[in-house]
């Protein structure tokens, strides 16, 4: 039987920002398929630019290839099929006359037939439970229907990687309890770029801790989550 690759693999890999800035040094990591990751550190650690390299938005030094494919200007189509990010602030991601048109959009891109994008369209945002967004203006929605209809716009690309950079900023209570909901009810390889450690705890399994571009943990969430002196040395912890 042929081993499924990795969804993602990433081997030494290095990214300067335009003024020469280091972002990320030497990165290497591996992701199973169905894995649920999170993505742990300060302000300006580097996490971010981590998602964009993935999805192929920024290119760098190194490796980085998705679900066995390298990574390089000629598949970064392909990448961008196969990771989806959904970024803190939705109305990046909306900016169609209707909800129905932005999660159509991507399936467009892909060239799929009417009917496909039709279907992927309907159980998207039945599956998120927003079919009734349809034929809204994402300019009149609350900030909890725009973060569903976001998502909504990855899903019916059908990636294999779902990425959420910061997924409950600026949701008040009742909204991050229904987006934890959503997002546990997702079954994709997931990573999730946070600082809210209980929330680490509640939706993901693996621990990745990014800090002046580099790795400096990669533990089980159960065991990161059970050693108070290890999340006080990352200073994920404070009394």
Known sequence: MTKKPYDISVKNFSYDYPDGTRALS?????????????????????????????????????????CGVPLSKKTVRFARQKVGIVFQNPED?????????????GPRNMGLGPQEIKHRVKKALSDLGIAKLYGRSAHHLSFGEKKKASIATILSMDPEVVAFDEPTANLDPEGVHELKRVIKGIGKTKLIITHDISLAAELTDRAIVINKGGIVCDMPMKALIGDVEKLRELKLFYD
């Open 93 to 105: 991601q909306l900016f169609c006359p209707t909800v129905g048109q932005d999660v159509a959009f």
């Open 26 to 66: 030497k990165i290497s990591l591996l992701v199973s398929t169905g894995e649920s990751i999170a993505i742990l550190g300060p302000n300006g650690a580097g996490k971010s630019t981590l998602l964009l390299a993935l999805a192929g938005l920024i290119f760098g030094h190194g490796e980085v290839s998705i």
